[in-house]
């Protein structure tokens, strides 16, 4: 992978993350949706900035996903995304204090691991 093909996979992970976390603090400014609110809350989405914004952010981690595609096999690019897990997961623990266990912590160093493997060839 050229130092061009690791950026656009770079850009592509972390604005993807970025929509992550966008997209969970927008949902938690939404609250808990139930039968009697579930319109209000569809129609709340494109007024609420973090949403927008968690979408946007997807949007510029997809169109770098497909420029990547565009240089790098599907074998290599794919599991490469993967890393979007990993940083939800932490971005999850960090900023919403959510817990990681045990089994949380081995499944990340299994995709990590994964990632490695798969991308050196």
Known sequence: MTLLEFGLLLISVLASSLGQFFLKLGALQLGKVTGANAIDHVLSIVTTPALLAGLAA????????????????????????????????????????????????????????????????
């Open 58 to 121: 997807y949007g510029l981690g997809a169109v770098s996903y497909i420029l990547l595609l565009t240089r790098v096999k599907l074998s290599i690019a794919a599991p490469s995304a993967a890393l979007i897990y990993v940083a939800s997961v932490l971005i999850g623990v960090i900023v919403f204090k959510e817990n990681l266990s045990l089994g949380r912590l081995v499944g990340l160093g299994l995709i990590m691991g994964g990632v490695v493997l798969i991308t050196t060839r």
